[in-house]
């Protein structure tokens, strides 16, 4: 599939869905490792600058940048903006911005709260904070996997 195609069928759609959920993983590890830095605030300013590059480089797989939008014919163009809208996305078919990943976080702000204290209790807190770091960018990351995946598939004729 070009940089610049949606998925046409289920079955590229799914290759291209198992291919973010294996990028969010790696990106879910590298947040992870940035947790156990003991410096205030390193590891969020690590999770929005990994979100930043992982968000739209999601999108940019299921074919769902403006740029690749625009790029469509205007009957697909009206079908993914009513899929936009009936799934809800803040982040598919948008410019990704700081504002919008930190709205993202937000989402799962109590988790994050909670790590940023976890992580100064020796061994058993790192740990914690560690995998509240992770199972984060995973939610995060495969939510957005989701909605990309259903916004493509209802432009999906078979």
Known sequence: MSGALMPRSVAELDRVRAACKSMVRRRAATSGGMS???LPGIDIAGDVALLMELIPAINRKFGLTPEQIEQLDSHRQ?????????VGSDMAGRAITKKLVLLALKKVSARLATKQV????????????????VTAML?????????????AKGTIKE
């Open 36 to 38: 156990l830095v003991p």
């Open 78 to 86: 009206v079908l993914i903006y009513a899929m936009l809208k009936k």
């Open 118 to 133: 976890l992580k100064y209790i020796p061994f058993a807190g790192q740990a914690a904070a560690v995998a509240l770091s």
């Open 139 to 151: 939610y995060l990351g495969n939510s957005h996997i989701d909605a990309c995946y259903e916004i």
